[in-house]
Structure formats: C-alpha cells, structure tokens
Nanobody
Framework: QVQLVESGGGLVQAGGSLRLSCAAS????????MGWFRQAPGKERERLAA????????YYGDSVKGRFTISRDNAKNTVYLQMNSLKPEDTAVYYC????????????WGQGTQVTVSS
C-alpha cells in the first residue's frame, strides 16, 4: 500500500499561485493513478484532477480546468498540482490520493494540506 504526504499549502492572495506536492512511499508508485481532491468546510469532497501512471492522460474538474495542472515524476515518487489564478473559493483542505488503474475507488489518501486564498 502506498503512503502519501502532501505539502506546499499556505496562504496566498487571490490571483496568486501555489504548487502542491504529494510524496509517495512504496516501489509501486509508478503503477498508480493519482488524483487531487479538496474539501471546504460544510461542502462535499470535490475531485479536482487525476493523472494516469504514464502521465499521458489527465482529468480536470470544471472548477479548475484551465487554472490547475497535474503532473507527476515517477522517478521522484511525487505528484504535483500547480494552481494558478487562485480564487477565494479555492480555499479548502487539499488531498492527494492513489488508486490502481483497475480500481474504481481511491484506496490511499494523504493527510491533507490547507490552502487559503484571501481576497
């Protein structure tokens, strides 16, 4: 089972940028589809982006399409989320998650990192 640790969150002004990182342990990281999610207080968890093991296929939710970019470096066991043009409504706890390509559900989750966007 892969273990995940997010970093890179913080406080940023509206219009600014942040890059989140998710470091994974385990030699099988390269086999996993990786995703980024977020959850704001009182709201449901939202899937933001996903990337296949090879990086040749990505998914973006409508709320972040064109502003966020997911990428991965399998040699470093790390997946990234570059967030540009941040808005106050992007404020949330951000989580990375992993699932095997054949699985429907994400089976491994990080502890989350807080992102706060001030207006």
């Amino acid at each position: 089972q892969v273990q995940l640790v997010e970093s890179g969150g913080g406080l940023v002004q509206a219009g600014g940028s942040l890059r989140l990182s998710c470091a994974a342990s385990g030699r099988t990281f390269g086999f996993y589809t990786m995703g980024w999610f977020r959850q704001a207080p009182g709201k449901e968890r939202e899937r933001l982006a996903a990337i296949t093991w090879s990086g040749d296929s990505t998914y973006y939710g409508d709320s972040v399409k064109g502003r966020f970019t997911i990428s991965r470096d399998n040699a470093k066991n790390t997946v990234y989320l570059q967030m540009n043009s941040l808005k106050p409504e992007d404020t949330a706890v951000y989580y990375c998650a992993a699932r095997m390509p054949s699985a429907r559900e994400y089976s491994a989750w990080g502890q989350g990192t807080q992102v706060t966007v001030s207006s």
